[in-house]
Structure formats: structure tokens, C-alpha cells
């Protein structure tokens, strides 16, 4: 009891009593993520701790704190969590990019970012196979409405577009034309693991894996879910690697085959001590494709959701689109820097629909001090970005969709150092440009050609499902045509 109680938490930040073993795990589960993380935040302030299991994690949730330690010290910050059983035996080891940390991290996530940029992330190429997409989207949509839809559900045409989007990245082929079930079928295997791994219960046990010997079902369920994804993953790979070309010359178009000509490269420099293996090769696909595909794809239906729910907003929407383009034809990336009205809409979407309930957890690499609290060295810690955007301090009325809060005086948009959708520091999204890409050129390219609302009869439930990122409930939409 004495240690339960007051030695292990001695010089922690505070926060709610955690039990023995079980730490807070019973209260989230009962309240919920978000409702739990909001309410500590107002009960312990700033900077506290809750326990998964018998692990702290220390949640910093102001952005002055979060600015002094994630980005000033950000080497320090950058570890991930030490024991995590679930996510090594999905990714068949400390494998992938989200959870590797050390020189692995370092040497894959340059990898990564390199192969992104040089296919163009934000840049011409990356926004021609966007806009591949967007088009097949919108005669989708056309198809519909000429079909006499009444009630089209949009949340599944434009899952299957970023879906389309990140495969072709990763394996070479989209899924919209002829490839739907094979979407289809990965979508419920990624689904079930997503829910798997969302469920507090398993991030608990995922830190504390004694207790797997008590709940086996949950690791059999992981197990289950992960394995199905490993075997789509690892046929795509494997079909790589029986067709590749090492003596061809042309750059290579998909990061599988990025990859393994890496590998190949150090092969024959004789280089043995590096980390393009493939289990390395399995785990980032997945990283990728569950990092990349579901975030963006949520953060699009909340912001159709938003404007059929806030038809003001999306009446000026419109009226900027008319006055800036006013045609039928592609709107690019070379357009982004006039549309302040359409960039504000979308950075309210962002923090109004507060995709990550919960931050990818990183851990302390040595001892620090934070605001008087002595933190060791391999304590789990985030910065705790769903708070930060709720907060008053930093968005006045928080609870209110205000697009105009990113707006300056003249109407221009304005960045905020407080919204941080992507997280902050050296762990911060490897995504951003693409995920930014993708949201602004279909936000933009949708409602330019339609004009989204809602059926009368059947209206859009905004409950938040809260796991991995926050997904709405499925809704359907009247969509009329506007060009
Ligand atoms: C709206 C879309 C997205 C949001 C809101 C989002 C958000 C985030 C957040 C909050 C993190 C954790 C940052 C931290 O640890 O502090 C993260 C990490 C990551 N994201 Fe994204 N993401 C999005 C899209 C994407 C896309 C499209 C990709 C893939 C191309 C991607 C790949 C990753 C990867 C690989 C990491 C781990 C980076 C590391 O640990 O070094 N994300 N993302």
C-alpha cells in the first residue's frame, strides 16, 4: 500500500490514484478517453500523471511547457516506451516507424521522409496522384447522382480514395478503379486491429505484459487481427520482391521497391550493419498504411460533416471558390495561398475534430526537471494535444466550429503555434505534407463541384468513436451538383 500509493508516485507530477496493478485503466475505460484526459487536465492542472497499469505517463498540456520540452529538447524527448508486447508482436520485433526508437528510428525515418520528398510530397508529382483520385471521386459522386442516390454515403468513396492514395505510395496501385473488395476486405482487417489496439485494455497490458497471463483473450484477439494484416502486407512484398528489377535505372515509383533496391544497394557495399530487413520493410508498410489512411480520411468526413452542419460556413466556402477560381477545373496547391477562407475552414476542422485523443506515448531518454517535477530517465511522456486544443486559453469558446478564429483582421489566414494536429518536436508526424496535401486538394475539389447537405430525415449523428484516432458514426449526405 505504501508503495502503491505514495512511493512509486513520489515526485511524479499528480493525478488520479492509480490501483495497485491496474493503475487508472478501470476509470478510462468507464469514462471514456476523452472524457477522462479532458477531466484530469482540469482536475490536476498543466502537467500530471495517470497510470497504465504499473507504468506513469506523464501528460504535459500547455503550450509554453510543451514548446520548452518537445521542441527545445526534443532529442531528449524522443524515445518510445521500452516494453510494448502487443505492438513487437505485430510488428514481428521493435520493427516499423512509429514505436522503433535509437539509431533504427533514425536511420528509417530519414528513409522514409527521403522516398516521400523525392516522389514529390508536396510537390507536383505527389499532387498528381492525389488528384488522380480526386477525380475518380468526383464522376463516383456524378455516377451517384446520376443513378438518382438521394442518400449518398461519401465517408466510404473518400476512405477508398485515401486508401488509394497511401497504397499507391506504398505497393503501386490504387483500389478505385477494379481493386474495391481487396479494400474492402483490408478495411475490416484494419478495422479489427484498430479497435483491438484502441481499447484501453489492451494499451494496458500492452505496457504491463504480466497481465496477458490473465486476460489471454485480449492477446489471442491481437494476435488474431494483426495476423491477417501481415498476410495482406506480405504478399504485396513478396510479389515485389519475385518481380523486381535491381539492374533497371529508373527511380523507383513505390517505397517497397524503394526499399529493397536500398537494401540491395548496401548489399553490395558490403554494408551488413544496417536495418533495411524485411521484417523492417513489413513493419513500416503497416506503420504507414494505418498512420496514413484512417487519420485523413476521419479528418475529411468531420469536415463534410461540419459544413452540412454549418451551412453558413459552407456558403462562404463557396462564395471564395467562385470569386478566386469560379470554373470546373483542377484546384492545386498553386491556389492554396489565396484561399484563406477554405485553409481557415480546414485548421478548424483539424482542431474541432481533435483527431488523437490520446498522443502516440514517447519516453524521457535521460533524468529532466519540468516545472519542478523530477522526471527519470525511460518514463513514458507526451504532450497532450487533445486538450491543448480544447483549451480556452489558446481558443477562446473552444466548443464552437469558428473558422474565423484563423482568420487576421484583414481576412487573411493565419497560422497558430497552438494547433498542432500533427504533434510537435523530432517524433512529430512523418506524414504532415502528404496528409496536408490530401485534405486540402479534396476539401477543395469536392465542394467546388458540389454542394453537400444534409437529409432531412435521416441527419448526421456526431458522437465520437473514440479509439486510435476519433471516427464519426456512419452518415449519409444529399449532394447537389454546382458547376
Ligand atoms: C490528418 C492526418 C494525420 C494526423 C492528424 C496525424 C497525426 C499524427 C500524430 C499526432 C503523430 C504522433 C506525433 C508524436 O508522437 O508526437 C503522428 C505520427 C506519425 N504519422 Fe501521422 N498523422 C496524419 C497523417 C499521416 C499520414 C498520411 C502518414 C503517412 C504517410 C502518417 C505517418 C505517421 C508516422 C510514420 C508517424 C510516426 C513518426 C515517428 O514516430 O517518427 N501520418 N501522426
Not at 514505436?99 to 498528381?128: C, H, S, T, V, Y
Not at 473518400?158 to 483490408?186: C, D, M, P, R, T
Not at 481499447?199 to 492477446?219: E, G, S
Request: aromatic share 12%.
Amino acid at each position: 500500500m505504501f508503495h502503491n500509493f505514495y512511493w512509486k508516485r513520489k515526485g511524479l507530477p499528480p493525478g488520479p490514484t492509480p490501483l495497485p496493478l491496474f493503475g487508472n485503466v478501470f476509470e478510462i475505460n468507464r469514462v471514456g478517453l476523452e472524457p477522462f484526459f479532458h477531466g484530469i487536465k482540469e482536475k490536476y492542472g498543466d502537467i500530471h500523471t495517470f497510470w497504465f497499469g504499473e507504468k506513469p505517463v506523464v501528460c504535459i498540456n500547455d503550450v509554453p511547457t510543451i514548446l520548452e520540452t518537445f521542441i527545445k529538447d526534443g532529442e531528449t524527448y524522443s524515445g518510445r516506451p521500452l516494453d510494448m508486447m502487443v505492438t513487437d508482436m505485430s510488428r514481428h520485433g521493435r520493427n516499423g516507424l512509429i514505436f522503433i526508437d535509437g539509431p533504427r528510428w533514425i536511420e528509417q525515418r530519414r528513409f522514409a521522409l527521403r522516398f516521400l520528398r523525392d516522389i514529390g510530397m508536396g510537390k507536383n508529382l505527389m499532387q498528381e496522384r492525389v488528384l488522380d483520385e480526386v477525380s475518380i471521386l468526383i464522376e463516383s459522386i456524378k455516377a451517384k447522382i446520376d443513378k438518382g442516390e438521394k442518400e449518398i454515403n461519401l465517408q466510404n468513396i473518400i476512405e477508398i480514395a485515401v486508401a488509394s492514395v497511401i497504397n499507391a505510395i506504398l505497393f503501386g496501385y490504387g483500389f478505385s478503379k477494379n481493386k474495391q473488395e481487396e479494400f474492402y476486405q483490408l478495411k475490416e482487417y484494419l478495422h479489427d486491429f484498430m479497435q483491438g489496439i484502441g481499447n484501453p485494455l489492451v494499451r494496458f497490458c500492452d505496457r504491463n505484459p504480466f497481465m496477458y497471463k490473465l486476460l489471454p483473450w485480449i492477446y489471442k484477439d491481437v494476435t488474431r487481427t494483426s495476423n491477417q494484416l501481415c498476410d495482406f502486407f506480405m504478399k504485396q512484398i513478396n510479389s515485389h520482391i519475385a518481380e523486381i528489377d535491381f539492374d533497371g535505372h529508373g527511380d523507383p515509383t513505390d517505397y517497397v521497391e524503394a526499399f529493397l533496391r536500398k537494401k540491395k544497394e548496401l548489399e553490395n557495399e558490403g554494408i551488413i550493419d544496417h536495418t533495411f530487413s524485411d521484417k523492417q520493410l513489413f513493419g513500416a508498410c503497416l506503420d504507414l498504411w494505418i498512420a496514413g489512411q484512417e487519420t485523413t480520411s476521419n479528418t475529411l468526413s468531420w469536415l463534410v460533416i461540419y459544413l452540412m452542419n454549418n451551412p453558413e460556413v459552407q456558403k462562404k466556402f463557396h462564395s471564395e471558390i467562385d470569386q478566386i477560381i469560379g470554373s470546373d477545373r483542377f484546384i492545386t496547391l498553386e491556389d492554396r495561398s489565396q484561399l484563406h477562407y477554405v485553409n481557415a475552414v480546414i485548421a478548424e476542422t483539424q482542431r474541432f475534430c481533435n483527431l488523437v485523443p490520446l498522443n502516440v506515448n514517447q519516453r524521457v531518454i535521460k533524468d529532466v526537471e519540468i516545472n519542478g517535477y523530477k522526471i527519470p530517465a525511460n518514463t513514458t511522456i507526451l504532450h497532450q494535444i487533445s486538450t491543448v486544443h480544447f483549451d480556452e486559453r489558446y481558443f477562446p469558446e473552444p466548443t464552437k466550429f469558428k473558422p474565423e478564429r484563423f482568420l487576421d483582421s484583414n481576412g487573411k489566414f493565419t497560422q497558430s503555434v497552438n494547433l498542432m494536429p500533427f504533434g510537435v518536436g523530432k517524433r512529430a508526424c512523418l506524414g504532415e505534407g502528404l496528409a496536408r496535401l490530401e485534405i486540402y486538394l479534396f476539401a477543395v475539389n469536392i465542394f467546388n463541384h458540389f454542394e453537400i447537405s444534409v437529409v432531412q430525415s435521416n441527419p448526421p449523428n456526431t458522437t465520437r468513436i473514440a479509439a486510435g484516432s476519433v471516427q464519426p458514426l456512419p452518415f449519409v449526405t444529399k449532394i447537389t451538383p454546382r458547376l
